[in-house]
């Protein structure tokens, strides 16, 4: 065998069959991608049902089977792995939002009303151990960590921004009074909205998210 052909081997996978597989560059780039999202995918449920600080990143590379030692390949410290956390989250609620507060075989209301039946649905299916990340993180890191209280605010405002939307399109068709303001009713729901997540996490049930929205609907239409 060659020189050449000796590097080559020590550079290939083998397959069951002993076939050799070259990793190339393309290949390990997307596997690194990977690995790295299966990483923040754990630390957003983790964080959330227990909190950032008492999740440690030895437990996060346990549960995806990560070497240990290999969570600086992806993340230069714990805070910036916090913050790649927090965007996953944001986008993937991004993206929720939009699904359903753009689906105009509904009026906007009732948009509204699925996104609260839809958190409902999410909070059993997880027994009630997650509720929001963005609520959970500000509550426990808002005052300590004032990066993370800018970009967990930042959030918030986003979501009522999709919200406030969705209420300008209901009071367009006029199910909601003229002299009402879309931009602070979009405030106040979210301010109480992640209040009921909190209470409903607290008591194991649901209760609190309904009442909640039955309030918040039956306000805004009088």
């Known amino acids: 065998m060659t020189a050449s052909n000796e590097a080559a081997s020590s550079r290939a996978l083998t397959t069951g069959r002993g076939a050799p597989v070259r990793m190339d560059r393309t290949t390990r780039a997307a596997k690194r991608r990977d690995t790295r999202a299966a990483l923040v995918r754990c630390g957003v449920e983790m964080c959330t049902k227990q909190g950032f600080q008492s999740t440690g990143i030895e437990e996060i590379l346990r549960e995806v089977g990560v070497p ?14 916090g913050e790649a956390v927090i965007e996953s989250y944001a986008e993937y609620f991004e993206r929720k939002l939009e ?9 906007p209301l009732e948009r509204l009303r699925a996104f609260v039946e839809d958190a409902e649905r999410g909070m059993r299916r997880y027994d009630f151990q997650r ?17 993370f209280r800018q970009r967990l605010e930042e959030v918030l405002l986003s979501w009522q921004h999709h919200t406030a939307e969705c209420l300008s399109q209901a009071k367009s068709r006029g199910d909601i009074p003229a002299d009402k303001d879309p931009v602070a009713l979009a405030e106040i729901f979210w301010i109480g909205w992640e209040g009921a997540i ?9 209760a609190p998210m309904r009442h909640f929205a039955d309030y918040f609907f039956a306000t805004i239409v009088k």
């Open 198 to 206: 909190l209470r409903a996490k607290l008591a194991g049930d649901a």
């Open 99 to 107: 699904r359903l507060f753009s689906d105009t075989s509904r009026p």
């Open 68 to 81: 240990k030692g290999s969570f600086y390949h992806f993340f230069p410290s714990k805070h910036a792995f």
């Open 131 to 147: 509720g929001c990340l963005v609520g959970n993180l500000g509550q426990e890191l808002g005052v300590i960590n004032q990066a």
